[in-house]
C-alpha cells in the first residue's frame, strides 16, 4: 500500500517540525504534518506533532532527513523570526464535504496577514454513542473501529492534500504555510480547545448550502464556538467569493460606545493589509437614538484616529434590526459583516431572541464575530 502515511519522525517543537516538511517537500516528497489526539486517553488533545508521507516515500525520506540531521541543529530553528511572526488561521473542515470555498478564503487571508493555516478534521469517535463495556472483546472491537476511522481519516486527508494542489492559486500554495490537525470527539468541542492551544487570530467556519437539518447543525456549532472561544469567528457561506484583489466593503456593526472601539481595533489589525471600505454602521432604534451632529463627531474622530483606514460612521433606520441588516447590505454592497458578540447571561438568552444565530443561517456574506469577554 504505497499511499497508506506511515509517521517517520515526531517533534515537540512546531518551527522543527516545519523546518524538516519543506526541506522534505522541495525534494518532491508530499508531506503530512499532523497533530492527533485520536488516540489519547479521555480526548485530551495530544501534544506534539506527527510528520507522516506515504509508505513509498519512506526511504527515500529517511535519507533526507538523516542529511538535515547532520546539516542543521533542529533546536535552533525557532529562533527563525520569519516563521516565529506568523500569524495562525484555524480551519475546521469536513474533509469529505469540505468546501473549496472556505478553502480559498483561507489561503487569500492568509497570504495577506502572512500567517499560517491549520486545518482541523475532526474525526468522529465511532464508540461515543455506544453504551460502556467492560469486556476484552469489546475493547478489542472498540480499537479495531477507531483503527478503521483513523485509517479512514488519513485517506481523505490525502484526498484533500491533492485537490489543493490542483484547485488552489500555485503562488499561494507556495507562499502560504499549512498543517492538519487530527482529533476525535464532538467537533464544537475539539474546536474551543484546540483554539485555546493554537491561539489563532482568526478562527474560519465554513457554512455550507444544504439541507435544513444540516445548516441549523452548522450553526449552532458555530454559535457554541463563539461562546467558547476568545478569538474572532469568520463565517464562509458557501456561496461566497474571496476578493483577493478588490477593495473588501466590511460593514462594522456599532452602538459607538466604548467597548466597541475596542472591537474596531481588533478588527482593523485582522485587515490592516487588505485594501477595506468600513462603514461603522449604528442601527437606529427609538430607545437608542444617535443624532447627525454626534456621527459628525464620531467621523471626525475615526478621520483622526484611524488616518491609515478608510473608515466611516453611518446610520441606519428600519423598524426591523435582520431587514435593515439586509437593506444596506445591498444598498452599500457589503462584502462582509462584522460584529461582536458578547457574552451571553441566562437572563440576555431567555429576553432577547437568537439574532445571530438567525444571521449565520440566513447571510450571503461572511459573518466576522468578535466574542467580547
Not at 116 to 132: A, G
Not at 330 to 340: T, V
Request: charged residues 30%; negative net charge; hydrophobic residues 40%.
Amino acid at each position: 500500500m504505497k499511499n497508506k502515511l506511515v509517521t517517520i519522525m515526531k517533534f515537540t517543537d512546531l518551527f522543527a517540525v516545519r523546518f524538516v516538511k519543506e526541506k522534505l517537500e522541495f525534494e518532491g516528497i508530499d508531506c503530512f504534518l499532523t497533530d492527533e489526539g485520536f488516540d489519547s486517553e479521555n480526548q485530551v488533545l495530544s501534544e506534539g506533532w506527527n510528520l507522516k508521507v506515504k509508505s513509498g516515500d519512506v526511504e527515500k525520506a529517511i535519507k533526507i532527513l538523516l542529511q538535515v540531521n547532520k546539516k542543521y541543529d533542529l533546536n535552533k530553528i525557532q529562533e527563525d523570526d520569519t516563521i516565529k511572526g506568523l500569524k495562525k488561521i484555524l480551519v475546521p473542515l469536513d474533509l469529505v464535504h469540505y468546501s473549496l470555498n472556505t478553502c480559498r478564503f483561507a489561503f487569500g487571508i492568509a497570504e495577506k496577514m502572512v500567517a499560517e493555516i491549520k486545518f482541523l478534521y475532526v474525526i468522529e469517535d465511532p464508540t461515543f454513542s455506544e453504551p460502556m463495556q467492560y469486556r476484552t472483546s469489546w475493547e478489542e472491537h472498540d480499537k479495531i473501529e477507531k483503527d478503521e476511522a483513523y485509517s479512514k481519516a488519513q485517506s481523505e486527508l490525502q484526498k484533500f492534500s491533492e485537490v489543493l494542489k490542483n484547485k488552489i492559486d500555485k503562488q499561494q500554495l507556495n507562499n502560504v504555510k499549512f498543517h492538519f490537525a487530527l482529533h476525535s470527539g464532538k467537533p464544537e468541542n475539539t474546536i474551543a480547545e484546540l483554539g485555546e492551544r493554537y491561539k489563532p487570530e482568526l478562527i474560519l467556519m465554513e457554512q455550507k448550502d444544504s439541507s435544513k437539518k444540516e445548516k441549523e447543525h452548522l450553526a449552532k456549532t458555530t454559535h457554541y464556538v463563539i461562546d467558547h472561544t476568545k478569538f474572532p469567528v469568520l463565517t464562509i457561506p458557501e456561496g461566497s467569493v474571496f476578493q483577493n484583489a478588490a477593495k473588501i466593503k466590511i460593514m462594522h456593526a456599532t452602538d459607538f460606545h466604548e467597548t466597541d472601539f475596542n472591537v474596531l481595533n481588533k478588527l482593523l489589525e485582522i485587515v490592516e493589509s487588505f485594501d477595506t471600505k468600513i462603514y461603522c454602521f449604528h442601527f437606529d432604534v427609538e430607545h437608542n437614538p444617535v443624532t447627525p451632529d454626534r456621527v459628525d463627531r464620531i467621523n471626525q474622530l475615526l478621520k483622526k484616529e484611524y488616518s491609515n483606514f478608510d473608515v466611516q460612521a453611518e446610520t441606519f433606520e428600519n423598524a426591523y434590526f435582520p431587514l435593515g441588516i439586509e437593506e444596506f447590505i445591498e444598498k452599500n454592497r457589503i462584502d462582509w459583516i462584522s460584529i461582536s458578540s458578547p457574552r451571553r447571561s441566562f437572563l440576555y438568552k431567555m429576553f432577547h431572541p437568537d439574532i445571530l444565530n438567525k444571521m449565520i443561517l440566513s447571510s450571503k456574506v461572511p459573518i466576522l464575530i468578535f466574542p467580547v469577554l
